[in-house]
């Protein structure tokens, strides 16, 4: 089942990344589950008074330790004058265009290599929706500040030092799902309001990072973040989100091999991004390690027998890979067709 979260920035956000020069600070394009979770996890423990204890209850054990509650990331949605919404969500690394011409667009996954040899393509980055042969695109708003660097000790501006600050504006909306059990989802929506304003991000104590965090009090049966696809016997599967996958050694991998094992099914064709994934803990004041991932729009042609579309949409239900409960390793199958 689920509960949808939506998010809205009520000023400049900044979900710090690893790309960028020295002097300045990158924003993410999303909410990563990982900030999601961390909302909630540090609301309840205050609602509770656990401080140190946290670990130690029942429901903090299952819904954020455990895993029982996933976490999945916030991608931008628009709202138009009539109350339509539409979600939007990392483009498959397939899908490209026509150098010189951005309205010819392919999918390369599912185009036999005899076509496409003589066309010159780049990808379309970013977020988007495919849907009756259309790809629609939509770009995250951003803002750039600028800032004097400070001396720790005395906290005095340091002359001739200068930061560049990206962030994401105000006035975008993001939305997701916390997935799991039935019961459990009751009992979350019970526990945390429906509307709560809440800080998020890198500079939360400045003028960054505040945002509205509404939960749906409807709980839902969940199958897939894109409902109605067509799964196939040979069909694609999309990563929605980054994916870490461990090998025999417990180190994280990006072999096709590896992943194949996980999933259980057979990769014909793949267009891949990889990247590392490092996250945060505030609790801890510390970084976990970094990891090597299949970064979200990376897209696998896959075969699957007839006799395991059931267990099929189970793997799109749960995600695949490590730390699912953090967000990571969503997938979908059948979104290109």
């Given at each position: 089942h689920k509960i949808t979260y939506r998010i809205t920035t009520l000023s400049p956000v900044l979900i710090t990344t690893n790309i960028g020069d020295i002097n300045t600070v990158n924003t993410g394009e999303f909410i990563n589950g990982n900030s999601v979770l961390g909302i909630f996890a540090s609301n309840y423990i205050k609602k509770k008074n656990l401080k140190n204890k946290a670990h130690e209850d029942e429901n903090f054990y299952r819904w954020f330790l455990k895993g029982d509650l996933k976490f999945t990331g916030g991608y931008i949605i628009t709202v138009d004058k009539y109350k339509k919404k539409k979600n939007y969500f990392p483009l498959p690394l397939s899908v490209q265009h026509e150098k010189n011409d951005e309205y010819s667009v392919f999918d390369l996954l599912l185009t036999d290599e005899d076509d496409s040899e003589e066309i010159q393509t780049k990808a379309l980055w970013g977020f988007g929706s495919l849907e009756d042969e259309m790809v629609e695109t939509c770009e995250i708003k951003k803002s750039l500040n600028f800032h004097h660097g400070r001396d720790r000790k005395t906290g005095i501006s340091k002359e001739g030092l200068i930061f560049n600050y990206e962030s994401m504006k105000e006035g975008q909306i993001f939305e997701s799902n916390i997935t799991g059990e039935e019961t459990d989802l009751k009992e979350f929506v019970k526990t945390f309001e429906k509307e709560q304003i809440v800080y998020l991000g890198r500079s939360k104590n400045t003028q960054y990072g505040k945002v509205k965090l509404e939960i749906d009090r409807d709980i839902k049966n969940f199958t897939s973040e894109i409902e109605g696809l067509d799964i196939r016997e040979e069909t694609s599967m999309t990563l929605l989100s980054d994916l870490i996958i461990y090998n025999d050694n417990g180190f994280s991998t990006t072999d096709l091999k590896t992943l194949e094992k996980y999933i259980g099914l057979k990769i014909k064709k793949?267009?891949?991004?990889?990247?590392?994934?490092?996250?945060?803990?505030?609790?801890?004041?510390?970084?976990?390690?970094?990891?090597?991932?299949?970064?979200?729009?990376?897209?696998?042609?896959?075969?699957?027998p007839q006799k395991e579309k059931e267990r099929i949409v189970k793997l799109q239900t749960e995600g695949t890979g490590e730390r699912r409960h953090e967000g990571f390793g969503r997938i979908v199958f059948g979104w290109q067709q």
């Open positions: 793949a267009f891949i991004r990889t990247g590392e994934v490092e996250n945060f803990v505030s609790v801890w004041h510390l970084r976990k390690p970094s990891e090597v991932s299949f970064q979200a729009g990376s897209t696998f042609l896959v075969e699957i």
